[in-house]
């Protein structure tokens, strides 16, 4: 029903920014919750942000809450993730993903996302 594409990701330099994108399908993306992940070269997916239907709500990994942001605009299917401050353990392959059944942002399992995009890989140079 859904089909998410990422966009955004290359290379920075320690201390830069990226935004990267994610394209939605469907006319129902306000049906879902969103969320950001990463994986790391060798580690395990894990959880980046995330931000309600309407975007009222956001919440962040520790590791990144005073340096990411996450945003949509529904009218144009699209989920952001503003990244600033950008450090080299910040390199990872950004993975967006639907949850269509997440009553809150707390939700942050990678296996209660419905949809998964392909990934945009990060890679912060020192």
């Known amino acids: 029903q859904v089909q998410l594409v990422e966009s955004g990701g290359g290379l920075v330099q320690a201390g830069g920014s990226l935004r990267l994108s994610c394209a939605a399908s469907?006319?129902?993306?306000?049906?879902?919750?969103m969320r950001w992940f990463r994986q790391a070269p060798g580690k395990e997916r894990e959880f980046v942000a995330a931000?309600?239907?309407?975007?009222?709500?956001?919440s962040y990994a520790d590791s990144v809450k005073d340096r990411f942001t996450i945003s949509r605009e529904n009218a144009k299917n699209t989920l952001y993730l503003q990244i600033n401050s950008l450090k080299p353990e910040d390199t990872a392959v950004y993975y967006c993903?639907?949850?269509?059944?997440?009553?809150?942002?707390?939700?942050?399992?990678?296996?209660?996302?419905?949809?998964w995009g392909k990934g945009t890989l990060v890679t912060v140079s020192s």
């Open positions: 469907g006319r129902t993306f306000s049906s879902y919750g």
């Open positions: 931000i309600s239907r309407y975007g009222r709500t956001t």
């Open positions: 993903a639907a949850c269509s059944q997440c009553t809150s942002v707390a939700v942050r399992t990678s296996s209660d996302m419905d949809y």
